[in-house]
């Protein structure tokens, strides 16, 4: 049974900063795409950011560009999300997710998701 546990939302100015983690237990993220998807209030969920089954390759949506990183660290089976120059419009409950497969993008497996709440 996978199971994705995010942790570090919490309630930031604009401008500022948090760290997402969301720690995998299950099977090793090794060789799955991790991705970060996002949703606000009445909104539907939006992809935010992935990072590639090796790690090196990653791939932004245009409004967190330049600002967000994501990352992972196969060792802890943790994916990060680093998010800077944080906006009010990033507000919104921040959730990992991973394919039932190896090497694809087909997102089977979502963690509960972790509050990001900005002030202006």
């Known amino acids: 049974q996978v199971q994705l546990v995010e942790s570090g939302g919490g309630l930031v100015q604009a401008g500022g900063s948090l760290r997402l983690s969301c720690a995998a237990s299950g099977r090793t993220i090794s060789t799955y795409t991790m991705g970060w998807f996002r949703q606000a209030p009445g909104k539907e969920r939006e992809f935010v950011a992935r990072?590639?089954?090796?790690?090196?390759?990653?791939f932004y949506s245009d409004s967190v560009k330049g600002r967000f990183t994501v990352s992972r660290d196969n060792a802890r089976n943790t994916v990060y999300l680093q998010m800077n120059s944080l906006k009010p419009e990033d507000a919104a409950v921040y959730y990992c997710?991973?394919?039932?497969?190896?090497?694809?993008?087909?997102?089977?497996?979502w963690g509960q998701g972790t509050q990001v709440t900005v002030s202006s």
């Open positions: 990072t590639g089954w090796s790690g090196g390759s990653t």
């Open positions: 997710a991973t394919p039932l497969e190896p090497y694809t993008y087909a997102y089977h497996y």
